[in-house]
């Protein structure tokens, strides 16, 4: 499954179940072809109408231990009424291909989500017109070839199923996928802010399919430390979609780290130089060139600590200062101090 954060996508994939996939098509009927000119700007026949349902979503747990719970479901089958189904979640209008103009909640007989919950799947209808442009791809969904598809909604309530805390307010500390005293821990999505499109994928967000979630539609808050521990979760046969927010998220990160990463070698290597010349002051014994050759492949750690050392060693063999008794006999004119002078 895959959820953005603050309107990014970020790819999750599904677990045991399908989910987004072309269903069927459909003779349109008169009731259907009345919510259909709800969205046209003038009346169509039924013939200007290629009809099909799909499945949407479900609330099964996926593979990232995350669930739509029914409540979201519903919600989602109100906030899709209308939503358009665009090509690879492309947001260019040119891409837009169909729309949907029904939803509703369907419950499987006989089917348990993973949990022990009974198993509902959110359906929709979507119509497309027979155009030149979109016989194409209506020959491929009729073919087989285009099934899958993946949805985009925003989500503003992640709740962890061991504690019930909110995990978007860091009200969990439990970690999705672990298992507590013999439960696995997930989460379960409520709140359904909006849904945004339905799109039809070549290669779904998840193996047998998607969804797209997201838990709010600002670009500027998308969570980066959820955007990385899932890149480097990613497997040899698995793949990553990054919205154009997230990529830019990435992008600016690489490009902090990169100046980060300079000025630390930088300072290493001044680093390294002065442990050498201390190195050279403190211990005349040893060979410079080959405790050079030892400092460069130090950690900084280890530089640190033989700093220290050695302005300890240095400090240590100091002359001290000694001061004179005022009750010692005045130096005689006689006595010379130019072993001292500067």
């Known amino acids: ?26 003779d349109v009927s008169d009731d259907d072809l009345k919510k259909i000119n709800e969205y046209t700007r003038s009346d169509f026949t039924a013939e200007s109408f290629y009809v099909f349902s799909v ?33 690879d979640h492309s947001m260019k209008s040119s891409d837009q291909k169909a729309r949907i ?27 497309m017109v027979k155009s030149d442009e979109n016989m194409p791809l209506i020959t491929e969904i009729e073919a087989g070839i285009k099934k899958e598809v993946s949805v985009s909604c925003s989500v503003g309530k992640s709740v962890c199923s061991i504690c019930s805390g909110d995990k978007r307010n860091g009200g969990c500390s439990h970690k999705n996928g ?29 193996r047998e399919a998607g969804v797209t979630k997201s838990f709010n539609s600002e670009k500027d808050e998308i969570n980066m430390t959820d955007v990385i521990e899932k890149i480097k ?15 830019q998220a990435v992008a600016k990160a ?36 080959v405790f050079s050759a ?25 002359p001290m200062l000694q001061l004179q008794n005022s009750k010692t006999k005045a130096p005689s004119k006689a006595q010379s101090f130019d072993q001292f002078k500067i």
Do not use: H
């Open 1 to 26: 499954m895959n959820y953005a954060n603050k309107d990014g996508y970020k790819q999750r994939y599904k677990y045991g179940y399908r989910d987004g996939y072309i269903e069927k098509s459909l």
């Open 55 to 87: 499945v949407l979503c479900n609330n099964d747990i996926d593979r990232d231990y995350e669930k739509f719970s029914l409540e979201a479901l519903n919600t989602m089958a109100e906030k899709f009424l209308g939503k358009t189904g665009i090509c």
């Open 101 to 127: 103009f029904d939803t509703w909640v369907e419950k499987a007989d006989g089917r348990k989500t993973a949990d022990g919950d009974d198993f509902y799947e959110l359906k929709a209808k979507a119509y």
């Open 178 to 206: 672990k298992v507590y005293d013999g439960k696995t821990a997930y989460s379960i999505l409520y709140d359904i802010r909006d849904a945004y499109e339905f799109s039809f994928v070549a290669v779904p967000a998840q």
């Open 233 to 247: 979760s990613i497997g040899d046969s698995e793949s990553i979609t990054l919205s154009k927010y997230q990529a």
């Open 254 to 289: 690489f490009d902090e780290l990169s100046d980060e990463a300079q000025l630390g070698r930088e300072y290493k290597k001044n680093l390294t130089d002065e442990v050498v010349a201390l190195c050279a002051v403190t211990m005349p014994a040893m060979d410079i060139k």
């Open 294 to 318: 030892v400092a460069q492949v130090m950690t900084t750690n280890e530089l640190i600590s033989f700093k220290n050392a050695f302005l300890k060693m240095k400090k240590s063999n100091e």
